[in-house]
C-alpha cells in the first residue's frame, strides 16, 4: 500500500509516519511539502492508493490543490487533514471531491479508523455533535436508487459523488451541463447525509481505482 502525506511540517510527517505503520507494516510512505513536490511524486507514484492532504500549504491554496488532484487523477481518494474543521471548511473541501476530512485534533484510533474506512470506499464526516469532533460511520447498507425515491439519472449522479467524483468530471462522464448536475443534487449535503446513514448503491462497477 502506498499513501501520500502532503504536509509541510516535517514534525507532522513524521508522527504520521509512525501511525500509518500500524495500518500497514509493508506501508510505502510517501512525502510532499507543496504542491509541485505532490504533483512530481504522483507522477513518480500513479499507482498511490490514498492521498492525505493538509490545506494549509506554502505557495498554494489548499482548495486549489485538491481540486487539481482529484482531475487529474480522479480514481484515487483524497483525505484532508487540517487544523481547521469548521463546517464550511469541511463542506467545501467535500464539495471538491475530498472523501473525507479529518480534524488534526482527532486520535490515532479515529485516524487510522477513517484511513481504513475511506480505503475501503467511505466517507469520513466530522460529526459536530461529539466533543471530539469526529465519527467514523461506515456505508454498510445497500440501497436501490429507487428505496430513496430518486430517477435513474439523479441516481447516476450520485454513484459517481460517492466516489469523490467533482460535478465538473460528473458532468464529462454523464454528458450532462453542470447546470443540470445541480439541479439534480446538492453534493455537499447528499454525501455528508449518506455517510452519516451509513448507505452505499447497489452497484455492478467495482470503485475507481
Known sequence: MKILVIDDHPLIQEALRHVLAALDPSLEFIQAQDASE??????????????LLDL???????????SELRREWPGMPVLVLSAT????TVEHALDLGAM?????????????????????GGVYVPNESTHAGVSVRSRSSVTRPEQLGLTVRQADVLK???QGKPNKLICRDLKLSEGTVKVHVS?????????????????????LR
Open 38 to 51: 505532490a504533483h512530481a511524486a504522483l507522477s513518480r507514484e500513479p499507482d498511490t492508493d490514498l492521498i
Open 56 to 66: 494549509a500549504l506554502p505557495g498554494c491554496d489548499g482548495f486549489e490543490l485538491l
Open 85 to 88: 474543521h469548521d463546517r464550511e
Open 100 to 120: 473525507g476530512f479529518i480534524p488534526k485534533t482527532a486520535n490515532t484510533r479515529v485516524l487510522l479508523e477513517a484511513l481504513q474506512l475511506v480505503l475501503a
Open 160 to 162: 459517481l459523488l460517492v
Open 187 to 207: 453534493r455537499t449535503q447528499v454525501v455528508i447525509e449518506l455517510a452519516r446513514r451509513g448507505v452505499r448503491f447497489e452497484s455492478s462497477a467495482a470503485r
